[in-house]
């Protein structure tokens, strides 16, 4: 007499042969990737032209220096470049008036420089960032006078380098405008003793800064101009 198989073991068969049968003829499909995973594509280099005016105290005179830089700029990174820096008025010298000089008149010293720079951001988030900035310079000193026959003239150039860290900071009041300031001071080196003690000097700005290709965007964009958003924290 045959043995019955019992109906659990049956069923149990059957349910095992269904999901075989199912797996073989389901397509294989990859799971997607987590989003997270993702990574974004690094900021693209730009070059930044700027006006860069600067204010000193040489001589225990106040005095401007007016400059303009040429550069690359990594966004959120860094910037490198090079910039010419001259004052905009000579300021009176301690140094001794040449020969040639009128009784009466007063040396003014002056000086240019070429310059390169290299800047990196120490810190930022949408509004606020912080920067450190160092500029190594080749340039020239003389003096301008009046002399005896009561035309000006000038002493010979004198070579000197410029060793100038600083560090600055920028405020974004909308995304197209903000504030920006910086210190810093102002080494002369590889010239005379003289020369040095009347140029090196505390050197500092504050300014408006306008971001030219954010505004772009933003007039393109139809945006609000005077908004706050995306600058506010989250």
Known sequence: ?????????????????????VARVAPATALPAPADTARPAPPS???VVQYDSRYSILNYYFCTINGLKLGLEWPGRARVGGAIY?????????QPRPDNAALDAQAELRFRYLAGY??????????????????LGLGSAHLRYENVEGEFDRTPKRFMGVLEPSVAAQL????????GAGAGWRQPIFTSAAIQRELNGPIFYLR??????DFVRVVRGREPLFTQEGLRKE
């Open 1 to 21: 007499m045959a043995r019955r198989t019992p109906p659990v073991m049956v069923r149990l068969g059957i349910l095992i042969g269904s999901l075989a049968l």
């Open 45 to 47: 280099r730009k070059i």
């Open 86 to 94: 001259f004052l905009s008025t000579g300021i009176p010298t301690r």
């Open 118 to 135: 290299g800047e990196y951001v120490l810190l930022e988030t949408p509004r606020w960032e912080l920067s450190g900035n160092l500029q």
């Open 172 to 179: 974004r009041i909308f995304k197209w405008a903000g504030l």
């Open 208 to 213: 408006a800064k306008l971001f030219l290709g």
